[in-house]
């Protein structure tokens, strides 16, 4: 990460009009959250199709909530890290008109974010397959700790209200879409770029002219679209940026 870059990437996010961020994983891994595809990301000793798709969850129930429900419940413990903490100072001072995550745990919120798209929904409810009933994490949890899967009365498998494979996003994506379509500058932190359609918003933004910045550990598909590359730890570049931020403030 030179400082040449993070310069760059201060003067695009203090001079851009209608900003938006784009977060993965990676923006919760230093908060204790593991990812999914970094070097001890959990799809390296999971299988995926049996414990986060759709069939799996219908066709494995016990599996999926002995693997899932100490996650969410983990992820409830967990609290914001310098990222979260600068995108939701962005936002609060109008640089930033909001994020746009794929992730799932409430955190950005938790660090102050107001306007957040989660396109994969969030682990704070579930709904019946059945019937549709709402229930919150905690009372699926106590089901699936007692009877091994979260049965709503009417007999249905609740699911908590994350998007599965084989499921379509959530509406926040129509929503992100027509976001990205307006936004000058997107700032995408922590995320492979290889899940679609969440990807494609990168692409998206480059095609009509946005300036895209690329903060992330290892190298994406996109890192050719970016004005500024900031490869390194998250926790640092947020300090950098912040820190130039803030001098440019003062």
């Known amino acids: 990460m030179l400082e040449g870059s993070v310069e760059e990437a201060a003067r695009?996010?203090?001079?851009?009009?209608?900003?938006?961020?784009?977060?993965?994983?990676?923006?919760?891994?230093?908060?204790?959250?593991?990812?999914?595809?970094?070097?001890?990301?959990?799809?390296?000793?999971h299988d995926p199709e049996r414990v986060s798709s759709l069939e799996g969850f219908r066709r494995h129930p016990e599996e999926f909530y002995a693997f899932w429900i100490w996650r969410f419940e983990?992820?409830?413990?967990?609290?914001?890290?310098?990222?979260?903490?600068?995108?939701?100072?962005?936002?609060?001072?109008?640089?930033?008109?909001?994020?746009?995550?794929?992730?799932?745990?409430?955190?950005h919120q938790a660090a102050g974010?107001?306007?957040?798209?989660?396109?994969?929904?969030?682990?704070?409810?579930?709904?019946?397959?059945?019937?549709?009933?709402?229930?919150?994490?905690?009372?699926?949890?106590d089901r699936a700790r007692e009877e091994k899967v979260a049965r709503c009365p009417c007999g249905g498998l609740v699911k908590p209200d994350v998007v599965l494979f084989g499921e379509d996003l959530t509406p926040d994506f129509q929503r992100a879409q027509a976001e990205v379509s307006k936004c000058?500058?997107?700032?995408?932190?922590?995320?492979s770029l290889t899940v679609w359609p969440v990807a494609g918003l990168v692409p998206q933004a480059a095609a009509h002219g946005a300036s895209i910045i690329i903060a992330n550990r290892d190298p994406t598909p996109f890192d050719d679209r970016a004005a500024v590359l900031l490869r390194g730890d998250l926790v640092e570049i947020a300090r950098s940026l912040r820190a130039k931020l803030e001098v440019e403030r003062a």
């Open 12 to 45: 695009l996010i203090r001079t851009s009009r209608y900003a938006w961020a784009l977060t993965g994983a990676g923006v919760s891994t230093p908060s204790g959250i593991p990812d999914f595809r970094g070097p001890d990301g959990l799809w390296r000793h």
């Open 74 to 107: 983990r992820m409830k413990q967990a609290r914001p890290n310098p990222v979260h903490e600068l995108l939701a100072e962005l936002e609060a001072r109008g640089l930033l008109r909001g994020v746009i995550t794929q992730n799932i745990d409430g955190l």
């Open 113 to 141: 974010s107001r306007n957040v798209l989660e396109v994969h929904g969030h682990a704070r409810t579930g709904t019946c397959l059945g019937c549709g009933q709402k229930y919150p994490l905690a009372w699926i949890a």
């Open 184 to 191: 000058d500058l997107l700032f995408v932190l922590g995320t």
